[in-house]
């Protein structure tokens, strides 16, 4: 059977308060303080991570909006550019065919000249052939 002791009972109840004083104040206590700094460093970490999250969902929709209106500033510069260039070659359909009419004005009046002088160098070869026939065939001499 166990004995029991009242003196080793007694130490133990001296000893054992001792033992968890020295115990939490030496062992357990430092656990803590490492354990408080790693947590203290983990939510510093969450909330970096927190915020870089909030950042990047931040930064992504600024970016769609930018894309949107760079399509929408797109879709505007490209009916401006259409319209433009519609415009620009209008004109210069215009010039081209104010400068046709002018040249063709300009050509008339020349073949005309050219026709007048034309039909006056005819009559006179013309003039200069009848005598020459008639000379050939009825043997007239030109005085």
Known sequence: MIQFEPVLLFAHALVFPIFLFLFSRYVIA????????????????NQHAFGAARTRAELKERCRREIEEVHRNGGVLLVNTKTRATQ???RYLEE????????????????????????????ARREELLKAITCELWGEREA
Do not use: W
């Open 30 to 45: 430092p656990v803590f303080t490492v354990l408080e700094r790693r947590r203290g460093m983990l939510n510093v970490e």
């Open 96 to 123: 081209v065919r104010e400068q046709m009419h002018r040249r063709m004005e300009e050509k008339k009046d020349d073949i005309e000249q050219v026709r007048c002088a034309t039909a006056g160098e005819l009559d």
């Open 88 to 90: 620009e070659a209008q």
